[in-house]
């Protein structure tokens, strides 16, 4: 029977407490609290619910050990390029820094990205909308600030005004929410 590697088993936490320490941190020493993190909130059976049918077979890394993966890239920031994971897998070190005993590759990434499609898109902004409301609940605060960089225009000495022609759109009106 083939071994199904789309959740993993609870592993045992390497990081028991968190403490302060006289030691100097390497840049990679957050990656394991934030993969650690990450599987602890709960997200891996929304992913795996919501992009499990990107895996067309059972070969490979599961889709939840990819987006691990690539969370962990995207915070490391230390490369923008893909070529990157390449890299990343032949150190043995970041494999036990972020968990995983088997890294993905550039390629396996690159395939990865090309199965996203418009509908794919629309989801992982809900994902994020998802964990957006999560931690709302969680922190519960009383305002919510969003906001929005607004800028003002003067079109007046433009020739055509999208059917208007002589006359200056919403002149006594200011175009700002500010003011």
Not at 29 to 47: H, K, N
Not at 86 to 92: H, I, P, S, T
Request: hydrophobic residues 40%.
């Amino acid at each position: 029977m083939a071994k199904d590697t789309r959740f993993q088993h609870k592993k045992e936490q390497k990081i028991s407490t968190i403490q302060p320490t006289d030691e100097r941190m390497t840049g990679r020493a957050g990656l394991a609290l934030f993969e650690a993190y990450v599987r602890s909130i709960q997200i891996l059976p929304l992913i795996e619910r919501w992009f499990g049918s990107m895996r067309k077979n059972s070969k490979g890394l599961a889709v939840t050990e990819l987006f691990v993966q690539l969370f962990c890239f995207f915070m490391d920031g230390t490369s923008r390029h893909l070529t990157r994971f390449d890299q990343l897998k032949e150190d043995d070190s970041y494999a036990g820094v972020i968990g995983s005993s088997n890294l993905a590759s550039s390629h396996t990434i690159k395939r990865l990205f090309s199965k996203f499609s418009y509908v794919r898109v629309f989801l992982f902004r809900r994902l994020l909308q998802h964990l957006f409301i999560w931690r709302l609940n969680i922190m519960k605060p009383e305002v919510i600030v969003l906001g929005m960089d607004t800028m003002v225009l003067n079109n007046d000495d433009a020739l055509k005004r999208h059917g208007v022609h002589n006359q200056p759109t919403r002149k006594s009106k200011a175009f700002s929410p500010c003011n």
